[in-house]
Nanobody
């Protein structure tokens, strides 16, 4: 079993930055592909970014390309999401997820086996 715990969310003004972290425990995730998803009130959970077990390649939803960077430190069993130039439409609960490496980066929530509890990101205008 893999346990995932997100941190780093908060309230930030538009144009600001936040760095989310996702700490894994219970099992090393060095062989897992990992992803970030977000869910705004009244909306479905949306893919944000994914990263392979070795750190590359990565994949991003078009709306965050050039602003968000997904990275990982397998020695620390931790996944990161650096979010710059934040916009009010980025407001959501952000979740990290993990799935055993299958050779592809999944962008659908149903493909992931393990989930964190989420961290709230609120961007004020």
């Amino acid at each position: 079993q893999v346990q995932l715990v997100e941190s780093g969310g908060g309230l930030v003004q538009a144009g600001g930055s936040l760095r989310l972290s996702c700490a894994a425990s219970g099992r090393t995730v060095s062989r897992y592909n990992m992803g970030w998803f977000r869910q705004a009130p009244g909306k479905e959970r949306e893919f944000v970014a994914a990263i392979s077990w070795i750190g590359a390649p990565t994949s991003y939803v078009d709306s965050v390309k050039g602003r968000f960077t997904c990275s990982r430190d397998n020695a620390k069993n931790t996944l990161y999401l650096q979010m710059n130039s934040l916009k009010p439409e980025d407001t959501a609960v952000y979740y990290c997820a993990a799935v055993v490496n299958a050779g592809v980066l999944f962008t659908t929530a149903a493909s992931y086996n393990y989930w964190g509890q989420g961290t709230q990101v609120t961007v004020s205008s």
